[in-house]
């Protein structure tokens, strides 16, 4: 955990609503400025600052993180579609320096995204 982290204190239930979804690797919740009428951000709960940081030791991690996405996909109802977005760095719009999932669903979706 990093004392400084956002998603580390939602992760650790400090701050933040109950999750739609934790186990012991992973955390969902709904995204405070939702962009679509599903949008909800998956956490690994280890805090990795962002895709460049993740090395080998967190393939089955991130993995699992995708896995799960589809599972909380199916159970929001999303059987015709939905988009899993992982901004990474400024260019790629990443304002939060903990890896996340953006599943965004409930409408349809336009590419290429802005
Ligand atoms: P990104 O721009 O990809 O780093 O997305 C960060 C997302 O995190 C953004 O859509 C807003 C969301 N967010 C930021 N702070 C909080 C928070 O304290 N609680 C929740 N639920 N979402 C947050």
Redesign the pocket.
């Known amino acids: 955990m990093s004392s400084d982290c956002?998603f580390c204190k939602?992760a650790a239930g400090k701050?933040?609503g109950p999750p739609v979804y934790q186990d012991e690797a992973i955390t969902a919740?709904?995204?405070?400025?939702p962009?679509a009428p599903v949008h909800i951000?998956l956490i690994p709960n280890k805090h990795i600052s962002s895709m460049n940081e993740a090395t080998a030791e967190d393939e089955a991690l991130l993995g699992q993180l995708m896995r799960t996405a589809a599972q909380i996909a199916r159970n929001e109802g999303l059987g015709s579609g939905y988009r899993l977005?992982a901004?990474t760095g400024p260019d790629g719009?990443?304002?939060?320096f903990h890896i996340?999932l953006?599943l965004l669903g409930g409408r349809r979706m336009a590419w290429p995204p802005g």
């Open positions: 956002i939602i701050i933040g919740f709904k995204d405070i400025n962009q951000l977005v901004n719009g990443q304002s939060v996340h953006h």
